[in-house]
Every structure is written in structure tokens, then in C-alpha cells.
């Protein structure tokens, strides 16, 4: 046995009889056939994991490597569930009712120049993001990259501020789903439809990560619908074609204070509520590891990212800001669940539309529970490969025969009965904090995923080495990787200006860690893992970068001659067809 299939294999439930090949060069074996109620509790018991023994005298980041790469969840997600999750799995209520906040605060103009800023950056992070996950589709993902091309401290400390992300989200977007019951029951105590949500949540997680693709398939589906379906009937309202007709055109760019209301710090404020709106738009890359296919299926998840910033996101916020006025009194002081706040609702009713807004409203709650759905996987294949890394407890680690990595979802799924807090007086100040501490955790993530490309080709080019061995890069390439690091570290230090002189109150200890508090969490973590392991050096050298443990396609040769046929055939085609081979 090669020393890659040693630092790879594993044998798995007994439901998998087939040798794969493809599942990093290693071999299930045949047991005997269960049915019914056994087959069930086989399903939970442990996947047995290969462990060949590593030399204690490793290095922690050729550890962090194989440990990763060894991985025992299924590979169950379709191409269909990853072009799905890319094109409608991060819209949410950033979009549907953030967007109205932003709009009030920034203007018509000032709302859309914040999410275009955004979404450049969005696009090169998901791009680099994508030549990474489909040469190193290993349990963990982004996660772990940080750990490999950056330095192990950060690493860590980046691990587990995503995970703290997601572990947070979940109770919040629960009571989010809840509240928005209220459009139609407002009397009702919102708890009494926690407990349906949550066990609904838990239901889709028990599945497996094919119940998950599944859930978001169609939560993702009926988003997309929804968005298309508004940007048809806003073009209509706009040219006059509502019930109560008259030509709007750009009048609402007139008003006065129009279109920049706040000036440069209200841009400034709509950046953070923009990278909420793309929250989760990493989660394709964090779910390579769990295809049947990344090399097939991943680059064309990455490319429609492209589609969904132009068409969901600049297109929609264009049409807000032509039907409905900045200064309109609903945008403001509303709940962030609350659906007659969201500016979709209110170009509706403007419009004189009766019925819709009710639609719209279950769009939002689907949103709501798309994004709880997805804050169980993020956060448990999170927590996962942090245990598979030995930077987390041991038993976090634990992946039962069915591919689940079972401890991890049931810690994520014990912070979600803080969901019940919607019962107490104290949910908004409880839940405030909670989100502060999340508030700029994207940021990073997409930062250090940029920096990770760039160390990538880096060692890449020090070893005498270059793409013409990737069956994927980063369209944008090292420019793209930059400009997101760039803008991240712009968007930080001008959140920072935010939470010291907040816009339209005076500067206090409370507003600064409110907006700020990421910050120090992530520094706690550097600081602590640099303590606790004495490793005091910066950064990995790029010598010492190991840029080929984890990869499914172990003969290089083979894979440039691949690429080589692929890129020829490309050229070969008419010019319409290479236009949409590189979009789409």
C-alpha cells in the first residue's frame, strides 16, 4: 500500500459494499446485509477509520494534512444539489429584509454601490475558494487550508470562529422562523412554533448530508422562483403596468437626500449588512468533501456565484430602489423578521397588489430555515474535522456508518434549544450579543480563503510547479485572490471606524463591542493556540508547504494530460460555446 492510500483509507457501513476508487484511493468492505431495525442502529455506530500511526515527531501541519484527508463522511451530494446550493443557498433575510435597513441608511445608490462592492469580492473568494476544494476535496475544506498554507495557530483560531458562527446562528434563525408566523397569528406566543421548527430541523440533519442537499435543493428552488418572479412583476410596476398604474421610472433617485442620505458612512455601513446577505455562500466549497464528483460538479457551482450577484442580488436591490423611497417610515426600527419591513413587501403593496405579500412572507420563513439548515451542517463538519485535526475534543470526531458526523450535530443542535429564550423578556439583548459575536466572522473566513490561494500558488511556484496540473483554477486568479483579501481587511478596518463613531449616535463601549466583538474572539484563539503549542513562528515557509496530501488524482501526469485535452477541446468550440463554458 502507497503511503497516500495509508494516510487515506478507511472502510465505512456495510450498506456501502462497492470498492471506490474515487473515495481517496480506498476500499469498503462487504459485511453482511442488515434490514429493518438493525440495519437503523448499525447506521449509528461508529465508521471505522484506518489509523496506520503517524511519526510523533511530524510536524503539526503535515498532521493537520493527513488527519484531514482520512475521511469517513459519504460523498451523497449530487451535482444538482451543488449548483442549487450555489445559486439560492445564501439568500436569505439579508436580502429580503436587510436589504431595507441598507436602502434607509445608504440611499438608492449608496445601497447598490455597497453590494456590487461586496459581491466582486464574493465572486474571486467562492473562485478561489473553488480551485482549492477541487484539488483538496478533504474533510474540512476552508477550514482546514488555513492550517496548511497559513500557520496552525490561525488556523484554529479561524476553525473555530466559523464553527462559533453557525453555532450561534441556529437558535437565532429559529426564533426567526417563528416570528414570522406573526404576519398571520400575531397573538400566539412565538415559542409554541419553536419546538415544530426545531424538530423539522433535526428531522432534515438525521438524513445525512443527502438530507440536507435535498432540503436545500428545494429550499434554494423556491427562492429562486420567488426572485425571478419579483423581478418580472417590479419591471411591470415600474413601467406603470400595476393595478393602480402610473409610470414610476427613477423618481425615487430624486427625493431629496436621495440617492446618498448618509454620505460615505452610510456605504461604509451597508458593507457588513452585504457580507450577511452572502453569508453561506462558502458552504459549496465546505461540502466538496461530501460530492460524488467535485471535479465535475464544484467548478460549475463557483461560476453561477457570478449569475446569483448579478441577477439576484444587483438587479432585485435595482428595482427596490426604484419602487420604494428611502425615507419610507416601514425601513425603519422594524424587526429583522418582520416581513412589512422588507422592501419586497412594500414595493408589493405600494403596487397595490393584494395576496403576494403573504407569499412573500413564506419565501422569507423558507429563508429563515434554509439558513438554520445550513448553520447544522456548517458547523458539524466544522467541529468534525477541528477533532480530525486533534484541535478540537476527540469525541466531536465521531462520523457514524451513515457518513454523519453524529457528536458534532448533536452539540450544534444542544445550542439550539437556547431557541426557547423567545419565550423570556431578555431574547433581544441575549440574542444581540450572540450575533455580535458572529457579526464579522465571514469576513474573516473569506479573507483567510483569498490569502490561502495565494500561499497555494505560491509554494506552487517555489516547488517548479503551476495550473497546468489543476483540473481547476480560479478564473480572477492571483488578482481576484488579493482584491478579496484587500477589501476584506478594508471592510474590518472600516467597521472598526462604525463601532467607534457609530452613524446617528453617540460612541459607547456597548455599540463598539456590539459591532466589534469578532475582533478579540478571533485574537483570544491565535494567541491561546500560540501558547498552548509554544509555536511562535508567523507563518508556514513556503518550502515547507505540502500542496499534494488529500488529492483524489495522485498521478500528476495523467492530470495534466487531462487538462491539456480538455483546454484543446475548449478551444475547438464555436465562440458562443466557450462564452458559456466559462460562465456557466
Given amino acids: 500500500?502507497?503511503?497516500?492510500?495509508?494516510?487515506?483509507?478507511?472502510?465505512?457501513?456495510?450498506?456501502?459494499?462497492?470498492?471506490?476508487?474515487?473515495?481517496?484511493?480506498?476500499?469498503?468492505?462487504?459485511?453482511?446485509?442488515?434490514?429493518?431495525?438493525?440495519?437503523?442502529?448499525?447506521?449509528?455506530?461508529?465508521?471505522?477509520?484506518?489509523?496506520?500511526?503517524?511519526?510523533?515527531?511530524?510536524?503539526?501541519?503535515?498532521?493537520?494534512?493527513?488527519?484531514?484527508?482520512?475521511?469517513?463522511?459519504?460523498?451523497?451530494?449530487?451535482?444538482?444539489?451543488?449548483?442549487?446550493?450555489?445559486?439560492?443557498?445564501?439568500?436569505?433575510?439579508?436580502?429580503?429584509?436587510?436589504?431595507?435597513?441598507?436602502?434607509?441608511?445608504?440611499?438608492?445608490?449608496?445601497?447598490?454601490?455597497?453590494?456590487?462592492?461586496?459581491?466582486?469580492?464574493?465572486?474571486?473568494?467562492?473562485?478561489?475558494?473553488?480551485?482549492?476544494?477541487?484539488?483538496?476535496?478533504?474533510?474540512?475544506?476552508?477550514?482546514?487550508?488555513?492550517?496548511?498554507?497559513?500557520?496552525?495557530?490561525?488556523?484554529?483560531?479561524?476553525?473555530?470562529?466559523?464553527?462559533?458562527?453557525?453555532?450561534?446562528?441556529?437558535?437565532?434563525?429559529?426564533?426567526?422562523?417563528?416570528?414570522?408566523?406573526?404576519?398571520?397569528?400575531?397573538?400566539?406566543?412565538?415559542?409554541?412554533?419553536?419546538?415544530?421548527?426545531?424538530?423539522?430541523?433535526?428531522?432534515?440533519?438525521?438524513?445525512?448530508?443527502?438530507?440536507?442537499?435535498?432540503?436545500?435543493?428545494?429550499?434554494?428552488?423556491?427562492?429562486?422562483?420567488?426572485?425571478?418572479?419579483?423581478?418580472?412583476?417590479?419591471?411591470?410596476?415600474?413601467?406603470?403596468?400595476?393595478?393602480?398604474?402610473?409610470?414610476?421610472?427613477?423618481?425615487?433617485?430624486?427625493?431629496?437626500?436621495?440617492?446618498?442620505?448618509?454620505?460615505?458612512?452610510?456605504?461604509?455601513?451597508?458593507?457588513?449588512?452585504?457580507?450577511?446577505?452572502?453569508?453561506?455562500?462558502?458552504?459549496?466549497?465546505?461540502?466538496?468533501?461530501?460530492?460524488?464528483?467535485?471535479?465535475?460538479?464544484?467548478?460549475?457551482?463557483?461560476?453561477?456565484?457570478?449569475?446569483?450577484?448579478?441577477?439576484?442580488?444587483?438587479?432585485?436591490?435595482?428595482?427596490?430602489?426604484?419602487?420604494?423611497?428611502?425615507?419610507?417610515?416601514?425601513?425603519?426600527?422594524?424587526?429583522?423578521?418582520?416581513?412589512?419591513?422588507?422592501?419586497?413587501?412594500?414595493?408589493?403593496?405600494?403596487g397595490g397588489i393584494s395576496g403576494l405579500p403573504s407569499v412573500m412572507n413564506v419565501v422569507i420563513m423558507i429563508s429563515v430555515l434554509s439558513v438554520g439548515n445550513s448553520s447544522v451542517f456548517g458547523s458539524s463538519r466544522t467541529l468534525a474535522a477541528l477533532a480530525a485535526a486533534k484541535q478540537a475534543p476527540a469525541f466531536l470526531g465521531y462520523v457514524d456508518r451513515k457518513g454523519r458526523p453524529l457528536m458534532a450535530i448533536l452539540v450544534q443542535l444542544s445550542m439550539g434549544f437556547l431557541c426557547y429564550l423567545a419565550a423570556t423578556p431578555k431574547q433581544d439583548e441575549v440574542f444581540g450579543w450572540m450575533l455580535s459575536i458572529s457579526g464579522l466572522s465571514s469576513i474573516f473566513s473569506w479573507a483567510s480563503i483569498n490569502f490561502c490561494l495565494i500561499r497555494f500558488r505560491r509554494a506552487m511556484k517555489a516547488k517548479g510547479r503551476d495550473t497546468s496540473e489543476l483540473t481547476f483554477a480560479s478564473q480572477p486568479g492571483l488578482v481576484g485572490a488579493w482584491w478579496g483579501v484587500l477589501l476584506n481587511v478594508v471592510v474590518v478596518c472600516l467597521q472598526f471606524w462604525i463601532a467607534v463613531f457609530p452613524l446617528n449616535s453617540q460612541p459607547s463601549a456597548k455599540v463598539f463591542f456590539s459591532n466589534f466583538l469578532t475582533v478579540p474572539v478571533v485574537l483570544l484563539f491565535y494567541f491561546g493556540h500560540k501558547i498552548y503549542t509554544r509555536n511562535w513562528s508567523l507563518y508556514i515557509r513556503t518550502k515547507d508547504i505540502d500542496i499534494d496530501t488529500g488529492r483524489r488524482e495522485a498521478d500528476l501526469e495523467v492530470v495534466k494530460q487531462e487538462v491539456a485535452e480538455e483546454k484543446e477541446y475548449l478551444r475547438s468550440l464555436p465562440f458562443y460555446k466557450r462564452v458559456y463554458n466559462f460562465w456557466c
Wanted: glycine share 10%; hydrophobic share 45%.
Fill in 1 to 350: 500500500m502507497t503511503d497516500i492510500e495509508k494516510n487515506t483509507a478507511f472502510t465505512t457501513s456495510s450498506d456501502d459494499v462497492a470498492t471506490d476508487k474515487a473515495n481517496n484511493g480506498t476500499t469498503q468492505t462487504e459485511q453482511p446485509s442488515l434490514t429493518g431495525w438493525a440495519k437503523f442502529k448499525d447506521g449509528f455506530k461508529r465508521a471505522h477509520v484506518e489509523d496506520y500511526g503517524l511519526d510523533p515527531n511530524m510536524p503539526e501541519v503535515e498532521k493537520i494534512a493527513i488527519l484531514t484527508a482520512r475521511s469517513a463522511l459519504h460523498r451523497k451530494l449530487k451535482n444538482r444539489h451543488l449548483q442549487m446550493i450555489a445559486i439560492g443557498g445564501a439568500i436569505g433575510t439579508g436580502l429580503f429584509i436587510g436589504s431595507g435597513s441598507a436602502l434607509s441608511t445608504a440611499g438608492p445608490a449608496g445601497l447598490l454601490l455597497g453590494y456590487i462592492l461586496i459581491g466582486t469580492m464574493i465572486y474571486c473568494t467562492v473562485q478561489s475558494l473553488g480551485e482549492l476544494a477541487v484539488t483538496f476535496p478533504i474533510a474540512g475544506a476552508f477550514i482546514t487550508y488555513n492550517s496548511r498554507f497559513i500557520d496552525p495557530s490561525w488556523g484554529f483560531a479561524m476553525a473555530w470562529n466559523y464553527a462559533l458562527q453557525w453555532l450561534v446562528i441556529l437558535p437565532l434563525e429559529l426564533v426567526a422562523a417563528s416570528l414570522t408566523i406573526k404576519y398571520w397569528d400575531p397573538n400566539t406566543n412565538s415559542a409554541a412554533y419553536v419546538s415544530g421548527f426545531f424538530f423539522f430541523i433535526i428531522s432534515i440533519n438525521f438524513f445525512g448530508v443527502r438530507g440536507y442537499g435535498e432540503a436545500e435543493f428545494i429550499f434554494s428552488a423556491t427562492k429562486v422562483i420567488a426572485i425571478c418572479g419579483f423581478i418580472i412583476l417590479g419591471i411591470v410596476l415600474i413601467v406603470g403596468g400595476g393595478p393602480q398604474g402610473g409610470y414610476i421610472g427613477d423618481r425615487n433617485w430624486y427625493i431629496e437626500g436621495a440617492p446618498f442620505p448618509n454620505g460615505a458612512k452610510g456605504v461604509v455601513t451597508v458593507f457588513v449588512g452585504a457580507a450577511f446577505a452572502f453569508i453561506g455562500t462558502e458552504l459549496c466549497g465546505l461540502a466538496a468533501a461530501e460530492s460524488d464528483n467535485p471535479r465535475r460538479a464544484l467548478p460549475k457551482a463557483c461560476k453561477q456565484v457570478f449569475w446569483r450577484i448579478t441577477l439576484f442580488y444587483v438587479i432585485c436591490l435595482t428595482l427596490v430602489g426604484l419602487l420604494v423611497p428611502y425615507d419610507n417610515p416601514r425601513l425603519l426600527g422594524a424587526s429583522s423578521v418582520d416581513a412589512t419591513a422588507s422592501p419586497f413587501v412594500i414595493a408589493i403593496q405600494n
